[in-house]
């Protein structure tokens, strides 16, 4: 049974172009969720998504930022016109069921340049 | 506003030297308290749930423990390759995300 998958594992972008992060959970998972690791800081939580709908989205920006698991493919992170302050490790993590244990992928480590 | 303190910061142990690590919280209402470990450029690994005051879960040379206001996770004997950090995070009622502390980085040295 594959682990969460996240691609890629490194992404390089200039200021104002845009991030796509990718999420496959743990088969038989459907709540996935999105946390963002600065250096020096604890993991704080961004998105919760089950398919096709938002559940949490309290600790997401409410700019330049949004997220989507549809019915079929990944789940999204998309960073509009990305600034320095981006730059950092995205975790998404899927459990099978809400509240469950849930289990992290390698992360995306995103530089803006 | 839940709230996780891991302590220490950084602890360095020589193998075979048994110590413990610290996770203080404050929640409303606790669902589950977590424990995970992080490898350099890794993504966390899950180790532990424990969701009462009093249970205890064991694994190879680690134990968790869980009062009503902290966690220890307490290793013993340890070996290099136990080297990381290890994170604590908390899951109130009514909700499923999780508040992390911010670690504590275990060195164990040969």
């Known amino acids: 049974n594959a682990g969460v998958m996240q691609n890629p594992r490194h992404l390089v972008r200039r200021r104002g172009q845009e991030a796509r992060l990718r999420c496959s959970p743990m088969?038989?998972?459907?709540?996935v969720y999105w946390y963002r690791q600065l250096p020096e800081e604890g993991l704080k939580f961004m998105v919760y998504l089950q398919k096709e709908n938002i559940i949490d989205e309290s600790g997401m920006p409410k700019e330049r930022f949004s997220a989507e698991f549809p019915k079929e493919g990944p789940s999204i992170l998309r960073i509009q016109q990305v600034v320095r302050g981006d730059s950092a490790a995205y975790f998404c993590a899927s459990s099978p069921y809400e509240g469950y244990e849930a289990f992290f992928g390698q992360g995306t480590r995103l530089t803006v340049v | 506003e839940d709230q996780v303190t891991q302590s220490p910061e950084a602890l360095r142990l020589q193998e075979g030297e048994s110590s413990s690590l610290n996770c203080s919280y404050t929640v409303s209402g606790l669902r589950g308290l977590f424990w995970y470990r992080q490898d350099p450029g890794k993504g966390p690994e899950f180790l532990f749930t424990?969701?009462?005051a009093g249970e205890e879960k064991e694994k190879e040379r680690l134990k968790a423990t869980l009062t009503k206001k902290e966690s220890f996770l307490h290793i013993t004997a340890p070996k290099p390759e136990d080297s990381a950090t290890y994170l604590c995070a908390v899951q109130g009622k009514g909700y499923s995300t999780l508040t992390f502390g911010k670690g504590t980085m275990l060195l164990v040295s040969p």
């Open positions: 424990l969701y009462s």
């Open positions: 088969k038989g998972h459907s709540h």
